[in-house]
């Protein structure tokens, strides 16, 4: 999903992007200019909605969650409670498309999720740890299967979010490391790899061992 990636700005003939965003599909559009809105200056943001939306109704208002772990719980509450699950009639024809409700969730997850990576570099390592964990909590739900989160018209689980995980799980098992005990952190270390990484879950397990404490690579080994 790109966003944060940028390094260097580099000249882009606006002719060919637009040719590119006819063939991207709704999807990739709509994750495109979700990390455009974090980008934007706020007078180019304003520019650029004011023909589409009511401004007045965008306003700040004082009730958002600032913290980023009051976004975190604030996420989970809505996803827990259903308010992104967006289902349709599934046929052979929509099998691989994605409600609007569904993009939307994978969209904000993966945002938050990059916001915990930059988080962990200077943030308190206990905090960032409760907001990972409260994202992966809502990724194991939506495996679990027994709540209405995100729809998917065909196979249905986690690995349909896309996230990013050879860039977040570092970040994680550094703030992790900082927090747990050795057999806390090689119980979740070992869930969460397991459970999300699959081809990429040795060279994660060896990173983990890697950033933790001699207790806790013992532990890891162990597990």
């Known amino acids: 999903m790109g966003m944060w990636g940028i390094a260097v700005a580099e000249q882009i003939d606006r002719d060919k992007l637009r040719t590119a965003l006819r063939t991207m599909g709704n999807e990739y559009i709509f994750y495109m200019l979700y990390d455009a809105i974090e980008l934007m200056p706020p007078a180019t943001l304003q520019k650029l909605v004011?023909?589409?939306?009511d401004l007045e109704t965008l306003r700040p208002d004082g009730?958002?969650?600032s913290s980023l772990l009051?976004?975190?719980e604030s996420f989970a509450r809505a996803s827990l409670a259903g308010d992104y699950y967006e289902d349709f009639r599934v046929d052979s024809r929509n099998s691989a498309k994605k409600s609007t409700g569904t993009i939307a969730w994978i969209a904000e997850c993966n945002?938050?999720?990059a916001l915990c990576v930059a988080d962990a570099r200077s943030g308190d390592p206990s905090q960032t740890r409760q907001c990972f964990d409260i994202i992966f909590g809502v990724l194991d739900e939506?495996?679990?299967g027994s709540r209405d989160i995100i729809f998917f018209a065909d196979e249905a689980g986690s690995w349909q979010?896309?996230?990013d995980?050879?860039?977040?799980l570092p970040s994680w098992f550094k703030v992790l490391s900082a927090t747990s005990t050795p057999e806390d952190y090689a119980s979740r270390v070992v869930h969460i790899v397991n459970r999300h990484c699959g081809y990429e879950a040795p060279a994660l397990l060896a990173l983990a061992r890697k950033l933790a404490t001699p207790a806790q690579q013992r532990a890891l080994t162990e597990a």
């Open 63 to 65: 009730g958002l969650p």
């Open 142 to 144: 939506i495996d679990a």
């Open 161 to 163: 979010v896309g996230v």
């Open 165 to 168: 995980w050879k860039t977040v």
């Open 70 to 72: 009051a976004k975190a």
């Open 50 to 53: 004011e023909p589409y939306l």
């Open 111 to 113: 945002r938050l999720l």
